[in-house]
């Protein structure tokens, strides 16, 4: 069983930037696409940032020109830079892959890392 480690969050004030790493246990095939998710308190897991295997990406709306996702598939790890952090970004981000034939999650969800956005 493959397991994801999502690390790099903290404590920042707004306008301020972190950036996220998500590191695999073992290979990702390339039908995999890697995404990151956030999950503020109280709300439902929400999609942030996907990329496919040939570095073709695609951002939420409220991230976009903000927050930039990349995947280094030698080290089989995926990161998120976000810049110009806002307190509503706060949440607990995941990371987790997706078959793009079959949709199914390449593991278990992780820990996740915590983020938070205050002055």
């Known amino acids: 069983q493959v397991q994801l480690v999502e690390s790099g969050g903290g404590l920042v004030q707004p306008g301020g930037s972190l950036r996220l790493s998500c590191a695999a246990s073992?290979?990702?095939?390339?039908?995999?696409?890697m995404d990151w998710y956030r999950q503020a308190p109280g709300k439902q897991r929400e999609l942030v940032a996907t990329i496919t295997s040939e570095g073709r990406t695609n951002y939420a709306d409220s991230v976009k020109g903000r927050f930039t996702i990349s995947r280094d598939n030698a080290k089989n790890t995926v990161y998120l830079q976000m810049n110009s952090l806002k307190p509503e970004d706060t949440a607990v981000y995941y990371c987790n892959g997706r078959n793009r034939f079959s949709g199914s999650y390449y593991s278990s969800w992780g820990q996740g890392t915590q983020v938070t956005v205050s002055s």
């Open positions: 073992g290979y990702i095939p390339m039908t995999y696409a």
